[in-house]
Protein backbone atom coordinates (compact mmCIF):
# COMPACT_ATOMS: atom_id res chain seq x y z
CA UNK A 1 0.00 0.00 0.00
CA UNK A 2 0.90 3.28 -0.61
CA UNK A 3 2.50 5.06 2.21
CA UNK A 4 0.17 8.61 1.03
CA UNK A 5 -2.90 6.59 2.01
CA UNK A 6 -1.82 5.40 5.53
CA UNK A 7 -0.88 9.04 5.92
CA UNK A 8 -4.15 10.64 5.19
CA UNK A 9 -6.13 8.13 7.06
CA UNK A 10 -3.81 9.01 10.47
CA UNK A 11 -4.15 12.44 9.88
CA UNK A 12 -7.86 12.23 9.56
CA UNK A 13 -8.42 9.78 12.08
CA UNK A 14 -6.69 12.50 14.32
CA UNK A 15 -8.13 15.36 13.05
CA UNK A 16 -5.12 16.68 11.81
CA UNK A 17 -5.24 18.93 8.74
CA UNK A 18 -3.29 17.87 5.72
CA UNK A 19 -2.37 18.53 2.04
CA UNK A 20 -2.91 15.78 -0.64
CA UNK A 21 -1.27 16.82 -3.63
CA UNK A 22 -1.60 14.60 -6.66
CA UNK A 23 -0.03 14.77 -10.18
CA UNK A 24 -2.85 15.17 -12.60
CA UNK A 25 -1.40 15.42 -15.85
CA UNK A 26 1.93 15.21 -17.31
CA UNK A 27 3.58 16.04 -20.84
CA UNK A 28 6.88 14.89 -22.12
CA UNK A 29 9.53 13.94 -19.59
CA UNK A 30 8.61 14.27 -15.90
CA UNK A 31 9.79 12.54 -12.78
CA UNK A 32 6.65 10.53 -11.92
CA UNK A 33 3.54 9.61 -13.50
CA UNK A 34 -0.17 11.24 -13.13
CA UNK A 35 -1.98 9.97 -10.45
CA UNK A 36 1.54 9.78 -8.09
CA UNK A 37 0.75 11.60 -4.27
CA UNK A 38 1.88 12.94 -1.40
CA UNK A 39 0.93 14.14 1.74
CA UNK A 40 1.59 17.13 3.43
CA UNK A 41 1.57 18.41 6.88
CA UNK A 42 2.69 21.18 8.91
CA UNK A 43 5.68 19.00 10.05
CA UNK A 44 5.89 15.93 8.00
CA UNK A 45 5.84 14.59 3.97
CA UNK A 46 4.67 11.16 3.02
CA UNK A 47 5.12 9.42 -0.40
CA UNK A 48 6.74 11.40 -3.59
CA UNK A 49 5.59 13.01 -6.85
CA UNK A 50 9.29 12.94 -7.74
CA UNK A 51 11.83 14.89 -5.59
CA UNK A 52 13.76 17.92 -7.11
CA UNK A 53 12.82 21.47 -7.05
CA UNK A 54 9.23 20.25 -8.35
CA UNK A 55 8.62 18.30 -4.58
CA UNK A 56 10.59 21.45 -2.70
CA UNK A 57 8.13 24.14 -4.76
CA UNK A 58 4.88 21.58 -3.84
CA UNK A 59 6.11 21.45 -0.22
CA UNK A 60 6.00 24.97 0.04
CA UNK A 61 2.75 25.57 -1.52
CA UNK A 62 0.83 22.79 0.83
CA UNK A 63 2.54 24.51 3.75
CA UNK A 64 1.20 27.66 2.98
CA UNK A 65 -2.51 26.41 2.33
CA UNK A 66 -2.15 25.15 5.67
CA UNK A 67 -0.66 28.35 7.60
CA UNK A 68 -3.54 30.26 5.44
CA UNK A 69 -6.34 27.78 6.79
CA UNK A 70 -7.12 27.29 2.99
CA UNK A 71 -10.19 24.94 2.29
CA UNK A 72 -10.45 25.13 -1.08
CA UNK A 73 -8.47 23.07 -3.85
CA UNK A 74 -5.72 24.66 -5.85
CA UNK A 75 -4.46 23.85 -9.33
CA UNK A 76 -0.91 24.30 -10.43
CA UNK A 77 0.93 24.08 -13.64
CA UNK A 78 5.09 23.73 -13.52
CA UNK A 79 7.41 23.69 -16.57
CA UNK A 80 10.10 21.53 -15.25
CA UNK A 81 12.80 22.80 -17.16
CA UNK A 82 11.97 26.18 -18.03
CA UNK A 83 10.92 27.26 -13.97
CA UNK A 84 11.99 24.86 -11.84
CA UNK A 85 15.70 24.01 -14.32
CA UNK A 86 15.04 20.12 -14.06
CA UNK A 87 16.80 17.91 -16.83
CA UNK A 88 13.64 15.89 -17.02
CA UNK A 89 11.96 18.84 -19.11
CA UNK A 90 8.39 18.01 -18.85
CA UNK A 91 5.22 19.37 -17.67
CA UNK A 92 3.12 18.64 -14.72
CA UNK A 93 -0.33 19.88 -13.13
CA UNK A 94 -0.32 19.16 -9.72
CA UNK A 95 -3.77 19.46 -7.43
CA UNK A 96 -3.69 20.53 -3.83
CA UNK A 97 -6.50 19.23 -2.03
CA UNK A 98 -6.63 20.77 1.64
CA UNK A 99 -7.99 17.72 4.13
CA UNK A 100 -9.02 20.14 7.07
CA UNK A 101 -9.51 19.40 10.24
CA UNK A 102 -13.08 18.12 11.53
CA UNK A 103 -14.84 20.97 12.89
CA UNK A 104 -15.23 19.54 16.19
CA UNK A 105 -13.62 17.26 19.29
CA UNK A 106 -16.51 16.44 21.36
CA UNK A 107 -15.95 14.73 24.86
CA UNK A 108 -19.37 13.17 26.32
CA UNK A 109 -19.39 12.39 30.05
CA UNK A 110 -22.05 9.84 31.23
CA UNK A 111 -23.52 6.75 28.95
CA UNK A 112 -26.83 6.98 30.71
CA UNK A 113 -30.53 7.27 28.67
CA UNK A 114 -29.59 10.93 27.75
CA UNK A 115 -26.00 10.30 26.65
CA UNK A 116 -27.07 7.18 25.12
CA UNK A 117 -29.84 9.52 22.57
CA UNK A 118 -26.95 12.05 22.42
CA UNK A 119 -23.99 10.37 20.99
CA UNK A 120 -25.52 8.81 17.82
CA UNK A 121 -27.07 12.47 17.17
CA UNK A 122 -23.24 13.80 17.68
CA UNK A 123 -21.67 11.16 15.54
CA UNK A 124 -23.89 12.19 12.09
CA UNK A 125 -21.89 15.65 12.48
CA UNK A 126 -18.39 16.28 11.34
CA UNK A 127 -16.92 15.59 14.53
CA UNK A 128 -15.51 13.30 16.55
CA UNK A 129 -16.55 11.79 19.67
CA UNK A 130 -15.04 10.64 23.10
CA UNK A 131 -17.67 8.97 25.31
CA UNK A 132 -15.88 8.41 28.98
CA UNK A 133 -18.09 6.37 31.67
CA UNK A 134 -17.16 4.52 34.14
CA UNK A 135 -19.54 1.81 33.90
CA UNK A 136 -18.29 -0.25 30.90
CA UNK A 137 -22.33 -2.34 30.98
CA UNK A 138 -24.11 1.40 30.04
CA UNK A 139 -22.61 1.55 26.89
CA UNK A 140 -24.72 0.01 24.20
CA UNK A 141 -23.01 -3.10 22.17
CA UNK A 142 -22.81 -1.30 19.01
CA UNK A 143 -20.65 2.28 19.37
CA UNK A 144 -21.27 4.81 16.52
CA UNK A 145 -18.17 5.48 13.47
CA UNK A 146 -16.45 8.03 14.87
CA UNK A 147 -17.35 7.64 18.74
CA UNK A 148 -14.22 6.31 20.71
CA UNK A 149 -15.53 4.60 23.91
CA UNK A 150 -13.54 5.33 26.65
CA UNK A 151 -13.95 3.28 30.34
CA UNK A 152 -12.17 4.97 32.96
CA UNK A 153 -12.51 4.33 37.39
CA UNK A 154 -11.30 8.02 37.30
CA UNK A 155 -13.12 10.01 34.46
CA UNK A 156 -11.69 13.14 35.84
CA UNK A 157 -8.46 12.52 35.03
CA UNK A 158 -9.68 12.07 31.26
CA UNK A 159 -10.24 15.71 30.98
CA UNK A 160 -6.41 16.26 30.93
CA UNK A 161 -5.98 14.14 27.71
CA UNK A 162 -8.65 16.45 25.45
CA UNK A 163 -7.86 18.72 23.01
CA UNK A 164 -8.25 22.56 23.76
CA UNK A 165 -10.84 23.73 21.78
CA UNK A 166 -12.61 20.52 22.66
CA UNK A 167 -16.64 20.56 23.12
CA UNK A 168 -17.24 19.12 26.25
CA UNK A 169 -20.67 17.76 27.83
CA UNK A 170 -21.12 16.82 31.55
CA UNK A 171 -24.09 14.12 32.44
CA UNK A 172 -23.34 11.40 34.65
CA UNK A 173 -25.16 9.80 37.24
CA UNK A 174 -23.59 11.56 40.08
CA UNK A 175 -23.86 14.92 41.00
CA UNK A 176 -20.52 14.98 42.87
CA UNK A 177 -18.62 13.21 39.83
CA UNK A 178 -20.34 16.18 37.70
CA UNK A 179 -18.89 18.96 40.52
CA UNK A 180 -15.59 17.20 39.86
CA UNK A 181 -15.87 17.01 36.52
CA UNK A 182 -16.99 20.76 36.16
CA UNK A 183 -13.94 22.24 38.35
CA UNK A 184 -11.41 20.10 35.96
CA UNK A 185 -13.17 21.66 32.89
CA UNK A 186 -13.30 24.94 34.35
CA UNK A 187 -9.95 24.97 35.33
CA UNK A 188 -8.78 23.97 32.27
CA UNK A 189 -10.76 27.06 30.18
CA UNK A 190 -9.47 26.05 27.03
CA UNK A 191 -13.06 24.97 25.62
CA UNK A 192 -15.20 25.84 23.15
CA UNK A 193 -18.30 24.39 24.68
CA UNK A 194 -19.32 23.37 28.00
CA UNK A 195 -22.84 21.94 28.95
CA UNK A 196 -23.46 20.85 31.77
CA UNK A 197 -26.93 18.79 32.73
CA UNK A 198 -29.17 19.96 35.27
CA UNK A 199 -31.80 22.59 36.14
CA UNK A 200 -30.98 25.96 37.26
CA UNK A 201 -31.22 24.82 40.79
CA UNK A 202 -28.61 22.63 40.06
CA UNK A 203 -26.62 25.69 38.77
CA UNK A 204 -27.10 27.59 41.60
CA UNK A 205 -25.44 24.97 44.27
CA UNK A 206 -22.35 24.08 42.04
CA UNK A 207 -21.50 27.63 41.54
CA UNK A 208 -21.45 28.17 45.25
CA UNK A 209 -19.69 25.46 45.67
CA UNK A 210 -17.34 26.67 42.85
CA UNK A 211 -16.71 29.85 44.57
CA UNK A 212 -15.72 28.45 47.65
CA UNK A 213 -12.98 26.92 45.59
CA UNK A 214 -12.07 29.79 44.12
CA UNK A 215 -13.71 30.14 40.59
CA UNK A 216 -14.95 33.55 39.70
CA UNK A 217 -17.76 34.76 38.12
CA UNK A 218 -16.67 35.03 34.80
CA UNK A 219 -15.07 31.84 34.69
CA UNK A 220 -18.53 30.05 35.63
CA UNK A 221 -20.36 32.04 32.82
CA UNK A 222 -18.79 30.07 30.63
CA UNK A 223 -20.83 27.17 31.71
CA UNK A 224 -24.05 26.19 30.31
CA UNK A 225 -26.59 25.00 32.98
CA UNK A 226 -29.25 24.15 31.82
CA UNK A 227 -28.18 23.48 28.57
CA UNK A 228 -29.76 23.09 24.82
CA UNK A 229 -31.97 25.16 22.52
CA UNK A 230 -34.82 26.22 24.56
CA UNK A 231 -37.17 25.84 21.43
CA UNK A 232 -36.79 21.60 21.67
CA UNK A 233 -39.22 21.17 24.70
CA UNK A 234 -39.58 18.30 26.25
CA UNK A 235 -38.29 16.04 29.09
CA UNK A 236 -37.67 12.60 26.93
CA UNK A 237 -34.40 11.55 26.55
CA UNK A 238 -34.09 12.02 22.77
CA UNK A 239 -35.61 15.48 23.12
CA UNK A 240 -33.04 16.35 25.37
CA UNK A 241 -30.51 14.98 23.12
CA UNK A 242 -31.88 17.27 19.97
CA UNK A 243 -32.07 20.10 22.19
CA UNK A 244 -28.22 19.86 23.11
CA UNK A 245 -27.36 18.72 19.89
CA UNK A 246 -28.89 21.77 18.44
CA UNK A 247 -27.02 24.20 20.63
CA UNK A 248 -23.77 22.21 19.24
CA UNK A 249 -24.18 22.69 15.96
CA UNK A 250 -25.30 26.56 16.06
CA UNK A 251 -22.28 27.15 17.93
CA UNK A 252 -19.46 25.15 15.99
CA UNK A 253 -21.55 27.36 12.77
CA UNK A 254 -21.00 30.33 14.99
CA UNK A 255 -17.30 29.66 15.01
CA UNK A 256 -16.42 28.21 11.55
CA UNK A 257 -13.57 29.67 10.30
CA UNK A 258 -12.33 30.73 13.60
CA UNK A 259 -9.24 28.77 14.87
CA UNK A 260 -8.54 30.39 18.77
CA UNK A 261 -9.16 27.91 21.08
CA UNK A 262 -9.94 28.68 24.89
CA UNK A 263 -10.93 32.28 26.43
CA UNK A 264 -9.70 34.06 22.92
CA UNK A 265 -12.55 32.36 20.90
CA UNK A 266 -15.01 33.74 23.75
CA UNK A 267 -18.09 32.29 25.26
CA UNK A 268 -19.74 31.86 22.25
CA UNK A 269 -23.27 30.41 23.51
CA UNK A 270 -23.88 34.20 24.81
CA UNK A 271 -25.01 34.35 20.91
CA UNK A 272 -27.42 31.63 21.24
CA UNK A 273 -31.35 31.93 22.98
CA UNK A 274 -30.50 30.81 26.62
CA UNK A 275 -32.30 27.04 27.39
CA UNK A 276 -35.04 28.03 30.00
CA UNK A 277 -35.78 24.26 30.23
CA UNK A 278 -35.68 22.19 33.53
CA UNK A 279 -33.35 19.06 32.96
CA UNK A 280 -33.39 18.09 36.02
CA UNK A 281 -31.90 14.56 36.77
Not at 10 to 23: A, K
Not at 98 to 106: C, D, E, S
Not at 114 to 127: H, I, Q
Not at 139 to 158: A, H, R, Y
Request: charged share 20%; net charge neutral; with cysteine.
Amino acid sequence: MHQWINALADHQSRGEPCVLVTIIEERGSTPRNAGSKMVVSASGLYDTIGGGHLEFKALHIARQMLEEHRSTPHLERFSLGASLGQCCGGVTVLLFEPMTAVQAQIAVFGAGHVGRALVPLLAALPCRVRWIDSREQEFPELIPNGVTKVVSEEPVDEVAELPAGCYCIVMTHNHQLDLELTAAILKRNDFTWFGLIGSKTKRVKFEHRLRERGFDDAVMARMRCPMGLAEVKGKLPIEIAVSIAGEIIATYNACFGQHDAGANAGPIAQLLPPSRRSQAI
